[in-house]
Structures are given as structure tokens and as C-alpha cells.
T-cell receptor
Framework: NAGVTQTPKFRILKIGQSMTLQCTQD?????MYWYRQDPGMGLKLIYY???????DKGEVPNGYNVSRSTTEDFPLRLELAAPSQTSVYFC????????????????FGDGTRLSIL | DQQVKQNSPSLSVQEGRISILNCDYT??????FLWYKKYPAEGPTFLIS?????DKNEDGRFTVFLNKSAKHLSLHIVPSQPGDSAVYFC?????????????FGGGTRVLVKP
């Protein structure tokens, strides 16, 4: 199994450009997430989805949009790229909570390194 | 306001010795905690977790301890091996909140010297 696949691995954008970061998973996970990691910092949640057609904001959603039309895919859209969006972006997926609410570990892709100049 | 903190940005340890990584949290609603390991140019990989109904969980060389009253958890790696050199992230969540969302600490970079 490929797990969680992110494309592209690297990208340089100019200020004001738009792009879509792709994420697909083949584990039939209901839940999917987008995080960003700034240098020397932890991961911060941008958006998440608990199933096809359902998305919700995380801690840092401004400047981003998402959609979830299938179980497998969860693309992240930057409409007007800004230097503050220079970061490494990670997509993750997981099963829903187990019985008794036990959380399921999230599985991560290898990230997209995005620079905005 | 950081709800999950890892106050040691780096740790250097001799091969074969114990590595102890610490994590503090402020949100009393957190009741499930995970440790992830990250190598350069790769995504984080799940290492070990603990629910708030326990105070210890062990998996091979890795043990996580939870002190709920102090809002503190630690990860022990015994014995440390050169392949353990990586960045370790502590993460926390609310088991009953929808979405299985995680809040991460800033990470601790571990270097295991041969």
C-alpha cells in the first residue's frame, strides 16, 4: 500500500499565484487532515474532513480552502499565495474513533515544501 | 497560546543510554496523548500513545508515562540507538471530540551518538 501520497514534493510560487496541493490515501480512512509546519515549530491543523462532502476548519484556516468529493482525495487550495504561507504542508488520514472514543493514530504523507517569493 | 509544549528543543545522548523526552499540556480536556517520530524530508510516524485512564504504556524500547495532575507526560527510550536520531513530537487530543484532531508540541530533536 502507498498510504498517504502528496504531490508535488516541492514548489515555488510567486506572491498572488494560486495552486492546489494534492493528497490521496488508499487505506479507506474516513478522516483526513491538512497541517502546516513552520521552521522549528510543531504542526498546526489547517482543515480536516470526517468524510466525503464534510469539511471543517482547524486552527489556522485563513488563506486556504479544501474540498472532499471522494474518500480517497483531500486537496488543499491556496488562492492568493502570501509569503506567510511559506511552510511544509502535511496531509494525514485516520480511521474514526474506535469504541469508547479511543483515538486512532493519524498516518502522514511525506509533505509538500512550499516557498512563496 | 501553546496548549502543548516541549520545552527542550534538543537532546544529545550516548548510544545505549536512556533518552527522556518531556511534554507539558495546559488543556484539561486533553485525554489522549501520542508521540510521533520524524526523520528529515519524511512525514511524522506514529510511535506510541496513552489514554488518560492509564499512567504508563510500554512498547518495546519505548515507554510513555502520564502524570495527569501535573499535566505532564514523558517518553523514555531504552536503550537509545543511532536510528533513534530524529525529531519527536508530542500530540494531544480529546477522545470524545469529533474529528480525532491533534494538537502538537514544537518537537525535540534527539541525537544519539555512537
Amino acid at each position: 500500500n502507498a498510504g498517504v501520497t502528496q504531490t508535488p514534493k516541492f514548489r515555488i510560487l510567486k506572491i498572488g499565484q494560486s495552486m492546489t496541493l494534492q493528497c490521496t490515501q488508499d487505506m479507506n480512512h474516513n478522516y483526513m487532515y491538512w497541517y502546516r509546519q513552520d521552521p522549528g515549530m510543531g504542526l498546526k491543523l489547517i482543515y480536516y474532513s470526517v468524510g466525503a462532502g464534510i469539511t471543517d476548519k482547524g486552527e489556522v484556516p485563513n488563506g486556504y480552502n479544501v474540498s472532499r468529493s471522494t474518500t480517497e482525495d483531500f486537496p488543499l487550495r491556496l488562492e492568493l499565495a502570501a509569503p506567510s504561507q511559506t511552510s511544509v504542508y502535511f496531509c494525514a488520514s485516520s480511521y474514526p474513533e474506535g469504541r469508547q472514543g479511543s483515538n486512532q493514530p493519524q498516518h502522514f504523507g511525506d509533505g509538500t515544501r512550499l516557498s512563496i517569493l | 497560546d501553546q496548549q502543548v509544549k516541549q520545552n527542550s528543543p534538543s537532546l544529545s545522548v550516548q548510544e545505549g543510554r536512556i533518552s527522556i523526552l518531556n511534554c507539558d499540556y495546559t488543556n484539561s480536556m486533553f485525554d489522549y496523548f501520542l508521540w510521533y517520530k520524524k526523520y528529515p524530508a519524511e512525514g511524522p510516524t506514529f510511535l506510541i500513545s496513552i489514554s488518560s485512564i492509564k499512567d504508563k504504556n510500554e512498547d518495546g524500547r519505548f515507554t510513555v508515562f502520564l502524570n495527569k495532575s501535573a499535566k505532564h507526560l514523558s517518553l523514555h527510550i531504552v536503550p537509545s540507538q543511532p536510528g533513534d536520531s530524529a525529531v519527536y513530537f508530542c500530540a494531544a487530543s480529546e477522545q470524545w471530540a469529533a474529528g480525532n484532531k491533534l494538537t502538537f508540541g514544537g518537537g525535540t530533536r534527539v541525537l544519539v551518538k555512537p
